[in-house]
């Protein structure tokens, strides 16, 4: 298994930006796609990234294309989400997670490994 923990959640003014990242530990040689997903206030949760194993591939919720880039650095068993140009409706708690494999989903069930999420709050 594998255990996920984000950091670098915070308040921001809009068109700033934040780097998320998420740290894993456990059985981290097997190959896992990572996700970001996030779940704004009173909705459910949602798509926001994920990238493959190599890295090689992603993809992005239409929301965030253009302003938000996921990447990974596996010599550190560590994922990244940079994000610029941050918008109020961007506020969410984010959450990291992974899934076995050579695919990358971006289907939530897909995914069976959570972080505990880091809360980001962009102000008008």
């Known amino acids: 298994q594998v255990q996920l923990v984000e950091s670098g959640g915070g308040l921001v003014q809009a068109g700033g930006s934040l780097r998320l990242s998420c740290a894993a530990s456990?059985?981290?040689?097997?190959?896992?796609?990572m996700g970001w997903f996030r779940q704004p206030p009173g909705k459910e949760r949602e798509f926001v990234a994920t990238?493959?194993?190599?890295?090689?591939?992603?993809n992005y919720a239409d929301s965030v294309k253009g302003r938000f880039t996921i990447s990974r650095n596996n010599a550190k068993n560590t994922g990244y989400l940079q994000m610029n140009s941050l918008k109020p409706e961007d506020t969410a708690v984010y959450y990291c997670?992974?899934?076995?494999?050579?695919?990358?989903?971006?289907?939530?069930?897909?995914?069976?490994?959570w972080g505990q999420g880091t809360q980001v709050t962009v102000s008008s």
């Open positions: 997670a992974a899934r076995y494999g050579t695919s990358w989903p971006s289907l939530r069930d897909e995914y069976d490994y």
């Open positions: 456990g059985r981290t040689n097997s190959p896992y796609a």
């Open positions: 990238i493959n194993w190599s890295g090689s591939s992603t």
